[in-house]
């Protein structure tokens, strides 16, 4: 597992993103696929790399602002970009097969 830190950078242009009154985790799953199987499902998270994940690997985020958007390196697809609403202090799951979000799968506790 990979753990990352993303840190609150203040922004003039986008007043609606706030900080976190508790990081949220956030484990990025990559579920099992023959789909490009051998390639590493590059994750990022506003526009910054944060993960490359190997078939059925996994990627643990701290996330300290909200909302974010996560976005793969797939093409041609309206699920390779993914943007969420968290809350503070949270756990949630969010899983990706051949690159791609699988939003009815995604848990938060």
Sequence with gaps: ????????????????????AAPETVKIIR???LVAA???TITSLNGKQ???IKN????????TTSP????????DSKNVRYELDLPSGGYGEVHVKANIFLPKLTVWR
């Design 1 to 20: 597992m990979k753990y990352f830190e993303l840190y609150a950078e203040v922004r003039k242009s986008d007043s609606s993103s706030r900080v976190l």
């Design 56 to 63: 059925s690997g996994d990627a643990i985020i701290l996330i």
């Design 68 to 75: 974010i958007v996560l976005e793969t390196n797939a093409y």
């Design 31 to 33: 579920d099992s696929s």
């Design 38 to 40: 051998a390639a590493p």
């Design 50 to 52: 944060v993960a490359k």
